[in-house]
Nanobody, 119 residues
Framework: QVQLVESGGGLVQAGGSLRLSCAASGRTFSRSSMRWFRQAPGKQRELVAAITSGGSTNYADSVKGRFTISRDNAKNTVYLQMNSLKVEDTAVYYC?????????????WGQGTQVTVSS
């Protein structure tokens, strides 16, 4: 059982910054791949950033150069640093964990945190 709790969302003006946090329970965090997704009203959920257990990262083209995903295994926490925010970044942001526990792969989701960017 893994629980994910996002925090750090809020209202910010365009050009500003926010840092989202996702705290995970359990002792399998270090072996998990972590992802941030977002979903705006009327749109499908989309992948924003991902980080593997080994620390490799990848980003959606729309956020590359502005967002940074990182993890602190000692704190069981993954972060999304969001800089140069744009109005189109407005969405609910979700933390996702993928953990392989032989013989099954488990998929967990947080409750989401709202990010609103004003012009």
């Amino acid at each position: 059982q893994v629980q994910l709790v996002e925090s750090g969302g809020g209202l910010v003006q365009a050009g500003g910054s926010l840092r989202l946090s996702c705290a995970a329970s359990g002792r399998t965090f270090s072996r998990s791949s972590m992802r941030w997704f977002r979903q705006a009203p009327g749109k499908q959920r989309e992948l924003v950033a991902a980080i593997t257990s080994g620390g490799s990262t990848n980003y959606a083209d729309s956020v590359k150069g502005r967002f940074t995903i990182s993890r602190d295994n000692a704190k069981n926490t993954v972060y999304l640093q969001m800089n140069s925010l744009k109005v189109e970044d407005t969405a609910v942001y979700y933390c996702n964990a993928v953990i392989t526990v032989v013989p099954v792969t488990l998929d967990y989701w947080g409750q989401g945190t709202q990010v609103t960017v004003s012009s």
